[in-house]
Every structure is written in structure tokens, then in C-alpha cells.
């Protein structure tokens, strides 16, 4: 058995035109500019944004870091321990090891940098020209005057006085001129419209997944009136006009997209003159990262009763080290009201998702078919999954690592069948998209069934996962790797590992681990 001080821890797809994730429609912020910026701003530019380090948090002035709390094992401490630990592995009792293991996951918190707190100074309104400059007259999420990501929103890159670059979402709030003046830019159709953007997220506790909100405030249209040309669609014959005022919100700028990250990977990757199976058993991992990241914002949305309702490629920003972080949560709903009961959907219009073509099929059934008030955790338990899951079936697809039959339905191409994980992640994501929510698989299985794949594969025993456990706990997440965008070599893959793996074990429960990894009637002894 373990020294009696253990366990003593102080304070113990679709086709992508139209589709899910659509390389042809879309919205969300994006960080790739192609604009021309002053030459001292430009020189901080890479063809993929802002560059930055794969691994240390932004030294804004405006992040607030949590205190470790002074019960709480510091990281030397626990690395002690487990060494201390390490030759008596083998002779741990279960409930020893289970024990251990609840102990250390205390310990453990999230790799990626802390970024939690929002602008602690200048609230209020944000004056354009005076508190900021644009950085580049062009909207972010601009293409051309013919193409624009999201129908919602237009966003700036800007330059604050105090704060330095940030990016600007303006809410698009238009009315008919005959309008003007009918409440449309008062502060309550304002913060009825437009609210749940900013106070969802805010309301969520800190998730280094999810987007931070730095600010929020309602402020006069004017400086923007020269893009109303962008928000309306030629040849409409109503005289719009924007309202006098509008919601904005101010966030940190993630360099690109996933939507982008794909289509840059595949356009470099096309350039490589090799691709072995080691090479594309590198890709395929690097998906997969991608994907149980996204499936930890899902299990913590969950958890807090949220539904995203707006889950496509656009709305999922990167970092150079691979850290995805989702946004624009402009259609997300609380499955409870204020008081704690179940949210009702009283009418069909209540039944709604961002993108119509990416509505799961039990979106669908109960909008068009609504008769009577249901319960929005009866319509929306699972459609977040299943949205997510069509997105990822879609980018294997653009990658090569899925091809679909005569019936459309996606399978493995015959010469991958070897390549690791390949099938069985292909399965899962099957899984998430089954047309019966009932049928269909949950969060947290899906969480951890890919987790204990990546990470404690061939660990079948209560000793061998305690071994990995405390492998992943002391692995080396602190240094410095090439960008996520550098395909040629995907150098930056191996530390995205070690941070996901983590941010797993961090996540899920140990006694849930276990019973993931161990079969029934199982000891611990090798």
C-alpha cells in the first residue's frame, strides 16, 4: 500500500457548400487580416495574424490570475509525490489507486493560460476616436464587398488608447428609415436583441476554451454608417438605414479561425511532396486534439445548462499552439430560467438554431411540427453534439480521411484502414450524429472514450492508468514549439498533446476514467 500521507492531500457531414462549418458560408471573428496595416502594427503580422507564443498568456494589462489556494498542493509537491510514488505502482490496492488518483486531479489545472477577468477600467461607452482607432478600414470578417462571414455582426480589428490591439464586434442593427426613433436604439430593444453575446459567457464560470468577454456597451452608429452598403443586399428596394445605436463588444483577437486553419492546412499540405502513413497519423491526431477540445467546451456548457445553438468552423478560433476557443454566442439559451426551473418553449419561433441547413433533426421535427410547450432541455439535450459532429465528419472528409458511398454515407477508404484511431474516431462521430437523440451518444462518453483512446491506450489495469495518470501530470508543457500552422512539420503536435492530455484528466473524473479504461472485475495488481 501507499505511505499513509497519500490520498492526504491538504484540502482533499455534410458537404461543406451549405453545410455544417461551411467553407461558403458562415460568421465569426477572424484574425487573418489581409488588409494593409501601418507599417509598426504590420510588422507583428504573420500571414496567419498576430504572433505569439505558443505558450504564455497575453501580458494585457487586464487578466486577472487566480490565486492558488493555500490548501491546495503546489505543482512541486505533487511532482514529489508521484516520484515518491513510482516504484510502488504495481502493489497499489484499487481503492488506493482510486484514491490517488482523486487527489491528484485536485491538483491538476488547466495547461493553457489563465485569461479569465475582463477590463477592470474605462467602462462605460467607448468613444471612435477618441478611446480607439481602427486599425484597418476593413471589417475582419470581410471578403469583399460581395462576401461577408456572419449576417449579424461586422468586426474590427482595433488599437485603444489604454489596451492596445483588441478586436471590435458591432451588432448589426438595422431598421426602415420610417422607423427612426421607435425604440430600436433604446437601451431595453438593445439589450433584448443583442444581450446574450456578451452575457452568456460572462455568466459562465472561466473555461480557457470559451471566449472572454473584455466589455460591452451601447454607442452611437455614426462612424460606422459608411458600411451600410456591406449589410444591405443590393437591388432591395426599402430605404434601411442603421439605428442610431448599437451594441458593442470588445475581445481579444485569436490569429485564425478553424474554418481557415483547415483550408490553410489543406493548401500547404497539397504542397508536400510525401505522405506516408506516419505522416497522416500525425494529421489525423492533430484532429482529433482539435475535436476533444471542442468536446470540453460542450461537456462545460452542459454542465452549466447552455446551449451554443450556432456550433460551425467559423465560430471556433485558434492560437498558434493549437488552442481552440469558441465564440459568438449570439443564439445560445440557459435550459433554465433565473429561478432554476426548466425553460419552456412556448412558440415554434423558440425552436431555432444559427444556420437552418445545420439543424439537428430534432430542431427541426419540433419547429415545424410545434403544437403545444415543451421543454427546451427535451429539444436542445444533445443538438450542440450533433451539429459538432457533422463539422468534424466534414473536415475528415476535406482531408482526405473519409470518403462516402453510393448512399452518401461516410466511411474509411480502404487504404486507411490501418491508420490508428481512424475507425473508431469515424464511429464516434457516426455516433454523435444519429437522427434519434436517444440513440445517439452522450458528452461525456464521447469525451471520454476519445480521451482514454489519445491518451491511456493499452492501459488496462487500475496500476497502469495510475501510471500514465501521473505520467501525463508530470510531462513537460512549458516550452516552446513551432506555430500549429507550420504543416510541413507539425512540430507544435507533441505539446498540444501533452496540454490536452491535462486538460482531460483535469476534466473527467477519475472513478469515470477508470470505468472507461479497466474491465469489470479487475485488480490492480499487473
Avoid at 441547413?357 to 403545444?372: D, L, M, Q, R
Avoid at 507544435?492 to 486538460?503: E, F, G, P, S
Wanted: charge should be negative; aromatic fraction near 8%; proline fraction near 6%.
Amino acid at each position: 500500500n501507499f505511505p499513509g500521507s497519500v490520498g492526504n492531500f491538504p484540502g482533499s457531414v455534410g458537404n461543406f457548400p451549405g453545410s455544417v462549418g461551411s467553407f461558403e458560408t458562415g460568421g465569426g471573428v477572424r484574425g487573418d487580416l489581409k488588409e494593409r496595416h501601418p507599417s509598426h502594427i504590420d510588422s507583428n503580422f504573420s500571414v496567419y495574424g498576430t504572433k505569439e507564443s505558443c505558450n504564455t498568456a497575453d501580458s494585457s494589462p487586464f487578466i486577472n490570475r487566480e490565486t492558488r489556494s493555500s490548501d491546495t498542493p503546489s505543482p512541486e509537491q505533487v511532482t514529489q509525490l508521484i516520484r515518491d510514488l513510482s516504484p510502488i505502482i504495481k502493489h497499489a490496492t484499487v481503492s488506493t489507486v482510486k484514491s490517488t488518483l482523486v487527489n491528484i486531479a485536485k491538483s491538476v489545472a488547466s495547461p493553457w493560460p489563465d485569461e479569465s477577468g475582463s477590463i477592470g477600467v474605462s467602462k462605460g461607452e467607448w468613444v471612435y476616436g477618441e478611446d480607439y482607432v481602427l486599425v484597418s478600414n476593413t471589417p475582419l470578417n470581410v471578403q469583399n464587398v460581395h462576401e461577408r462571414e456572419g449576417s449579424c455582426s461586422l468586426v474590427f480589428k482595433i488599437l485603444h488608447q489604454h489596451y492596445g490591439p483588441l478586436v471590435l464586434k458591432m451588432m448589426v442593427n438595422l431598421l426602415n428609415q420610417s422607423d427612426h426613433d421607435s425604440g430600436q436604439s433604446g437601451t431595453i430593444f438593445l439589450k433584448k436583441q443583442f444581450s446574450a453575446e456578451h452575457s452568456v459567457p460572462v455568466s459562465l464560470p472561466y473555461h480557457p476554451n470559451i471566449v472572454q468577454m473584455l466589455h460591452s456597451y451601447n454607442a452611437s452608429t455614426t462612424p460606422f454608417k459608411r458600411y451600410l452598403p456591406l449589410l444591405v443586399p443590393a437591388g432591395l428596394d426599402v430605404d434601411v438605414d442603421m439605428a442610431s445605436r448599437t451594441s458593442f463588444i470588445a475581445m481579444r483577437e485569436y490569429p485564425f479561425s478553424l474554418k481557415n486553419f483547415v483550408k490553410k492546412f489543406v493548401e500547404q499540405k497539397v504542397k508536400l511532396a510525401f505522405m506516408n502513413k506516419e505522416r497522416m497519423t500525425e494529421e489525423l491526431h492533430l484532429i482529433l486534439l482539435l475535436l476533444l477540445q471542442s468536446l470540453f467546451v460542450l461537456d462545460h456548457l452542459k454542465k452549466h445548462h447552455v446551449v451554443h445553438r450556432d456550433i460551425k468552423l467559423d465560430n471556433f478560433m485558434m492560437r498558434h499552439s493549437g488552442q481552440l476557443v469558441l465564440i459568438d454566442f449570439g443564439w445560445a439559451v440557459n435550459l433554465n430560467n433565473s429561478d432554476g426551473s426548466p425553460a419552456i418553449a412556448t412558440e415554434k419561433n423558440d425552436i431555432i438554431a444559427g444556420n437552418p441547413v445545420a439543424w439537428s433533426p430534432e430542431i427541426s421535427f419540433h419547429h415545424n411540427s410545434f403544437n403545444e410547450p415543451i421543454l427546451f432541455s427535451s429539444v436542445y439535450d444533445k443538438s450542440d453534439l450533433h451539429t459538432l459532429g457533422k463539422m468534424f465528419l466534414s473536415v475528415l472528409e476535406f482531408l482526405g480521411f473519409i470518403e462516402k458511398d453510393s448512399t452518401g454515407f461516410p466511411q474509411c477508404p480502404v487504404n486507411l484502414a490501418t491508420l490508428p484511431y481512424l475507425v473508431e474516431s469515424i464511429s464516434l462521430l457516426q455516433e454523435m450524429v444519429l437522427p434519434n437523440p436517444d440513440q445517439r451518444v452522450s458528452v461525456t462518453n464521447c469525451l471520454l472514450s476519445l480521451g482514454a483512446a489519445l491518451f491511456f491506450n493499452d492501459t488496462n489495469t487500475h496500476a497502469q492508468v495510475l501510471s500514465r495518470y501521473m505520467s501525463i501530470t508530470l510531462a513537460d508543457t512549458n516550452y516552446q514549439a513551432p506555430s500549429i500552422t507550420d504543416v510541413e512539420t507539425l512540430g507544435a503536435v507533441k505539446l498540444l498533446h501533452a496540454i490536452v492530455a491535462k486538460q482531460f484528466i483535469a476534466t473527467v473524473k477519475p472513478e469515470d476514467l477508470i470505468g472507461e479504461c479497466v474491465s469489470c472485475g479487475q485488480t490492480a495488481t499487473s
